[in-house]
């Protein structure tokens, strides 16, 4: 009996509390005191509360533009989206008061927040990495504005992980080319694949494959280009054994030789 009575306090005591709250925040919203209504958006926005704090800050941005508070109201504003996992808007947002105010002291900040925003929107390699491409574009930029910035570092590194996560989507899209017997463009792939990245870790393997990809293709060619395609093969065969002379492909390279020169002397005969 106790126990229910002491229960039941409680849910009453929360509802009052609950119910308290929600009218402070409803007559904030309806104050007419201006600075009144900042410093408690200011305290919300102190506090985690985003969302009570992002509507306080939209009305006085309208009431102070033009004005210099409008500036600090306005980067609230921004990372109140941020604050709120909406990655989109507030990268908009960043962006647009780096433009809106250059020399402001928020904006070194704002300028990186775009950035990481991006980073934070970049999806795993198997998707559409347009935001992986903004966020490289982005941290380059922090890194060309703000050289001695505390945070170069950190950009440099987030450059390398999502370079990383291009390496792996379009090493996939070279594979698949190869699987779905699209020799041609494979061997496209993976030669550009290498070009693009110096850095690329699997670099053996991509050769082997593109070796594997243009045999084949000159293997289904018309009678007339063979000679010239297996030749070619021949040519990437030397290359790959001058580069890794103890590569782990290295019995499935000297098939693909074997199997090239056997074609050329059939099309010498």
Do not use: W
Request: with cysteine.
């Amino acid at each position: 009996m106790f126990k229910n009575i002491t229960y039941i306090f409680f849910v009453i005591t929360s509802m009052i509390v609950i119910s308290a709250c929600s009218n402070n925040y409803q007559n904030v919203l309806k104050s007419s005191d201006n600075d009144y209504k900042f410093e408690k958006a200011k305290s919300y926005y102190n506090d985690g509360e985003y969302f009570k704090a992002l509507p306080i800050f939209e009305e006085l941005m309208n009431v102070h533009k033009g004005t210099q508070k409008a500036e600090k109201i306005y980067f609230y504003y921004a990372y109140c989206h941020y604050g709120q996992n909406d990655y989109l808007l507030a990268a908009y947002h960043f962006k647009n008061f780096a433009i809106t105010y250059p020399s402001s002291t928020y904006t070194e900040e704002s300028q990186y927040l775009f950035a990481y925003c991006h980073y934070l929107m970049s999806p795993k390699s198997t998707l559409d990495q347009t935001n992986t491409h903004k966020a490289i574009e982005a941290f380059q930029l922090f890194v060309t504005l703000y050289p001695t910035s505390e945070k170069v570092e950190k950009c440099n590194n987030y450059i390398d992980e999502l370079r990383i996560t291009l390496q792996k989507k379009d090493f996939e899209a070279a594979k698949l080319y190869l699987k779905l017997e699209y020799y041609k463009a494979a061997k496209i792939s993976f030669e550009n694949l290498m070009l693009n990245y110096p850095d690329f870790k699997q670099k053996e393997e991509a050769s082997y494959l593109a070796m594997k990809a243009y045999y084949k293709y000159a293997l289904g060619s018309v009678q007339e280009k063979q000679k010239e395609r297996f030749t070619f093969v021949v040519g990437m065969y030397q290359k790959f054994m001058g580069k890794y002379p103890n590569s782990q492909y290295i019995k499935e390279v000297e098939t693909i030789y074997v199997n090239t020169n056997k074609n050329l002397n059939k099309l010498n005969i």
